[in-house]
């Protein structure tokens, strides 16, 4: 955003944000804006497989991204200004002309975009991410976004990393507050919320999909975490 102050809904969170900023989106986020009266900016969407032909690792490269550290807005220091607003008005360009190498060129501009973005973290104390997790627990985190979502055990996931349950949760509990079957709760009740707000899914299908074998049992635990029932919080996002 360049110019103007906007409300964004970003997985049902409402937060205010104030040009110059950037807003990061992970994939499979349910966003939105309000009204964009008296705003200006740039949207750049691309996929993360794009970049694997340049060896990019996403998150260490634009670790807003990152899900062990992620941030919905980074205000712009005055230092990247100038860069962050060239990056973007050049990739636009490029893609308006699609010149010989255009591609290339929005691959090795993104790369540049991610460069100013570290830039601006550092330059800008309060923009470094609060909490600094162990190697272990911000792999737990990142598999957490992986999609599509389902019903994962506690064991399930602690095997995959390649530990034992009791270790992880206790690693998970003292880093983060919360323990192993907390946050795989609390994510698949977000990938169900994001299902029943944008996407034409019975309440039935969505428990499914996300690996319930019982829907009432979904039910339940929908209710239990957000005092609605799915169906009456698909009726107040559409």
């Not at 060896?55 to 100038?82: K, M």
């Not at 349950?165 to 994510?187: M, P, Y």
């Not at 829907?215 to 009456?232: D, G, H, I, K």
């Amino acid at each position: 955003m360049t110019d103007g102050a906007r409300l964004l809904n970003i997985d049902f969170r409402r937060i205010r944000v104030q040009s110059p900023s950037l807003v990061f989106v992970p994939p499979g986020s349910v966003h939105f804006w309000g009204s964009p009266d008296g705003t200006l900016g740039f949207v750049l969407s691309f996929r993360e497989e794009s970049l694997q032909s340049q060896t990019t690792d996403l998150f260490r490269e634009c670790p807003p991204f990152d899900p062990a550290q992620f941030r919905a807005v980074l205000p712009v220091t005055n230092g990247s200004t100038e860069m962050v607003d060239f990056c973007f008005k050049r990739i636009s360009t490029e893609f308006a002309n699609k010149a010989e190498g255009y591609e290339s060129a929005h691959i090795a501009l993104l790369r540049l975009l991610f460069v100013e973005i570290r830039r601006c973290l550092l330059r800008n104390p309060s923009n470094r991410p609060t909490l600094k997790y162990s190697g272990l627990v911000a792999r737990f985190l990142r598999s957490l976004s992986s999609r599509p979502y389902q019903v994962t055990s506690a064991s399930g996931v602690a095997r995959s990393l390649g530990v034992s349950r009791s270790w992880l949760n206790q690693l998970v509990r003292r880093e983060t507050g919360a323990n192993l079957t907390d946050h795989l709760q609390r994510q698949l009740i977000l990938e169900s919320k994001r299902l029943l707000a944008h996407s034409d899914l019975n309440v039935s299908e969505i428990a499914y999909q996300l690996g319930f074998r019982d829907a009432s049992y979904f039910t339940r635990l929908f209710r239990q975490a957000e005092q609605v029932s799915p169906r009456e919080f698909r009726e107040t996002y559409r």
